[in-house]
């Protein structure tokens, strides 16, 4: 069964970085895509960034796009989220997500994702 795990996040000054993990297990990884999504309080549940089973395809909504990074170890069933330039609308919940599929594009739906994590908090102070 697969199951994924985020770690990282908590508390972070405006402008400063941090970086989110994922690690997944039960099954290959690399025959899996996999997203990052936020939830702010009182909001709906977004796409951060997503990226396919090979790393070659990734996709990052306007909000992030230019400041955070997602990227892929398939040796390590691990996905991370570098974040830089963190601004206080980054405040949300954080969660990885994955999809098996080999496709060469990457999932940018929520629908589309079959497995989730339990999230990670992450707070941009002013």
């Known amino acids: 069964q697969v199951q994924l795990a985020e770690s990282g996040g908590g508390l972070v000054q405006a402008g400063g970085s941090s970086r989110l993990s994922c690690v997944f297990s039960?099954?290959?990884?690399?025959?899996?895509?996999a997203g990052w999504f936020r939830q702010a309080p009182g909001k709906e549940r977004v796409i951060v960034g997503a990226?396919?089973?090979?790393?070659?395809?990734?996709y990052y909504s306007d909000s992030v796009k230019g400041r955070f990074t997602i990227f892929r170890d398939n040796a390590k069933s691990m996905m991370y989220l570098q974040m830089n330039n963190l601004k206080p609308e980054d405040t949300a919940d954080y969660y990885c997500?994955?999809?098996?599929?080999?496709?060469?594009?990457?999932?940018?739906?929520?629908?589309?994702?079959?497995?989730w994590g339990q999230g990670a908090p992450l707070t941009v102070s002013s």
């Open positions: 997500a994955a999809v098996h599929s080999t496709a060469s594009s990457a999932y940018i739906r929520s629908s589309d994702y079959h497995y």
């Open positions: 039960g099954r290959i990884f690399s025959e899996y895509g």
């Open positions: 990226i396919n089973w090979s790393g070659r395809s990734t």
